[in-house]
């Protein structure tokens, strides 16, 4: 299936959604859809029966700072039954990064976005357990935004002064390469 | 009769436990010796390759995503480059070689995985000396990795537009040696394990994964094969030419530690199919990397005796090439299950976004369905069939 016979199909099937198709260079079906519809998008993908795509074989984002709209979360669907692959994205805006959960749809999706969550700090409305994954509890900021420092400042080392004076040092090498000798 | 006191007790097992195959912690709630309830806690292990891997090179993140998923080095480092090399357009110019030997080295790697884990999950069903037997050919097979690259465990032997150099003198007679030696080695494994009583009785029945829940977790690989989910990257949607080759996908419909067993041995098995029909197409020398002076550095001869080559060297070396901007997901088939890497591209040195697929994230997703309402002793089975890698998890 092609990705203007999926769009049409998807259209037809939630006329509310906004669904266009894009470019790819690895010439996989790639669809955008709006994150209002995603839900009942997705339950068309899972359940139509031209579709099936039963697998979410992965779900990930992609921040692209400074641009708006900032944020992709990326869906890679697979249909065994119709041996079709197809990434699904929605574009979510810097400034108010949440979309609905996929997980009543695909319970794989529980983990992976608690992983997107906690990485980007993008929120999945209705998530069943919206904590941490990776990172611990207590920690602050999302580590894979863009604008999240790569590398902690730290204030510069201070060093104190030498113990001994030149002299001494000098004393003491001489001492030990006699005493060695 | 007195009233008897009765509360769950809660057993936190982990993260330094030897059979958690890393540091996953299970916080288990238990009524007796029966599970109530599990919540695995994961992230003991992360240390941020994928925002590690946005600050280098295209070249300089093969070594990084080797040793995200450590038993499995080289099919991480060929489904991440395979992804990079469809997005610079030049994986329709692949050298036939290249593509036989990647096959090769990613069976083996296969095997190499499964041997590990064959023998560390009979270990912790009691069945120590499997543990010694599969170590001893996997032994064999890490000495292939140092013979053609140096390394042992992470060879960063595939690189992207093909391999890092050509294959050793050798290469073709240790391999046939391993695949000479192997069946009967299989056989012997089987000996210890498929017909063991005690072993049955701690793996028949333990751990079922149901073909819907194969399907509804996403357990791409051999536990859903093990469940009757006929899914196998390399028969469905065929990368590297796997069309041509000779082999079959082995299922079972059990679902259960014994399934998974059964599945992962004959996979071997076939893998050995693979690796025959793979050498046979190999010549000893011959092309080992697409022609593009942009992606493939020269050989070293070259760089010592000739100022172009010389010149060629360091450009790549210290700028990197560019990739296209866009966004790429090949998928392969790891030892454990669908495995495959999201990158992304803004068109410079550096890749914008490298997302790893981790098989074993999703079966670790999936241990809480397996191990409640059964006995804390099948624990042990079930995170041992599963066969997870806590530093894939985690990355």
Known sequence: MDADRLIASLQQAVPAATVEGAPSVDLQTTIYVSRDELVSVARVL??????????????????????EPRFEVVYVLVSLEHKLRLRMKVRLPGHDPHLATVSGIWPAANWLEREVWDLFGIAFDGHPDPRRLLMPEDWEGSPLRKDSPVQIRRPPHVTSDLQVTAEEFKQNVQRDRLARE | MPEIRTETMTVNMGPQHPST??????????????????????????????????????????????????????????????????????DAVMPERVKNIRILLAELQRINSHLVWLGTHG??????????????????????????????????????????????????DAVQAFLDRMPGK????????????????????????????AVAMSLLGPIARAAGVDYDVRKVFPYLGYETYDFDVPTQTAGDVYARYQVRVAEMRESLKICRQALGRITPRGEYAIADPKITPPPK????????????????????????????YVPVEGPRGEQGFYVVSDGTNRPWRIKSRAPSLLACQALETLIVGGLIADVIAVIGSIDVVMGDVDR
Request: glycine content about 8%; some cysteine; overall charge negative.
């Open chain 2, 21 to 90: 195959h890393g540091v996953l912690r299970l916080v288990l709630e238990l009524d007796g010796e029966t599970i109530l309830s599990a919540s695995p806690t994961i992230g003991y292990l992360h240390t941020g390759i994928e925002k590690t891997c946005e600050q280098k090179k295209w070249q300089q993140v093969i070594p990084l995503v080797e040793r995200m998923d450590y038993l499995s080095a080289q099919s991480n480092s060929m489904a991440f480059c395979m992804s990079v090399e469809r997005l610079l357009g030049v």
């Open chain 2, 123 to 172: 270990m912790e069903l009691g069945a120590v000396s499997v543990m010694l037997y599969c170590f001893r050919e996997r032994e064999i097979l890490l000495n292939i990795n140092e013979l053609i690259a140096g390394f042992r465990l992470f060879p960063s032997y595939m690189r992207v537009g093909g391999l890092r150099e050509d294959l050793p003198r050798g290469f073709h």
């Open chain 2, 301 to 328: 001869d070259r760089v010592y005796t000739e100022m172009e080559a010389l010149i060629q060297h360091f450009l790549i070396y210290s700028q990197g090439f560019t990739v296209p901007a866009g966004e790429a």
């Open chain 2, 186 to 213: 299989l056989d012997e494994y089987e000996d210890l394990l498929t017909k063991n009583a005690i072993y049955l009785k701690r793996t028949q029945g333990v751990g079922v994964v149901s073909k819907d829940t």
């Open chain 1, 46 to 67: 899972r359940d139509g029966p031209d579709l099936r795509f039963s697998f979410l074989a992965e779900l990930t984002a992609a921040d692209y700072w400074p641009r």
